[in-house]
């Protein structure tokens, strides 16, 4: 395994029909969530609120850990990706995004079981994965967005990218 180079946070959240809220960014070519890299000094909450205010011009709490994911990077790097829990937000507060426009060109609400249609396949898994999560109440553990074995030894649960 490689070393760790950084993480980066984000935070699903969902409008008054529980689809997710995703963002288009202009300087990659498919779909993320809301967030970004975690700054030195910063925790990965701090740097998951900040990356929100940024980039959608929201002040909102953030909830809970939902996903902790370690993926690897041949040429990145390797990193620890986590997703936080962003919550409902009502009408009023979607009506006051401000797409931080030198980095997000559009925002969607998309259907759960469509994100996979709209996200690269291991950002699918990791918010497929944190759905689950936020469902049953628990917390994700995952290598490359697959969820490890219980009982195997760290890395075993990788996959290629």
Do not use: N
């Not at 029909?17 to 975690?38: C, D």
């Not at 909450?45 to 940024?54: D, L, P, Y």
């Not at 507060?93 to 931080?100: D, F, G, N, Y």
């Amino acid at each position: 395994m490689g070393a760790v180079v950084g993480s980066a946070a984000g935070a699903l959240f969902f409008d008054e029909r529980g689809r997710v809220l995703l963002v288009e960014p202009t300087y990659k070519p498919r779909w993320e969530i809301p967030g970004g890299v975690v700054e030195p000094g910063e925790t990965p909450h701090q740097g998951c609120v900040r990356e929100v205010a940024e980039e959608l011009g929201l002040t909102v709490p953030v909830g809970r850990l939902l996903v902790v994911d370690w993926a690897p990077h041949p040429e990145q790097g390797d990193k620890v990706l986590f997703v936080f829990d962003g919550g409902p937000l009502t009408a009023a507060a979607v009506a006051t995004i401000r797409l931080q426009a030198d980095e997000l060109a559009a925002y969607a609400f998309v259907a759960g079981d469509e994100v996979g249609a709209w996200l690269p396949p291991r950002l699918a898994r990791r918010v497929t994965e944190a759905l689950r999560a936020r469902a049953d109440g628990g917390t994700r553990y995952l290598e490359h967005g697959v969820p490890a074995p219980r009982g195997t030894p760290p890395g075993a649960g990788a996959v290629d990218l």
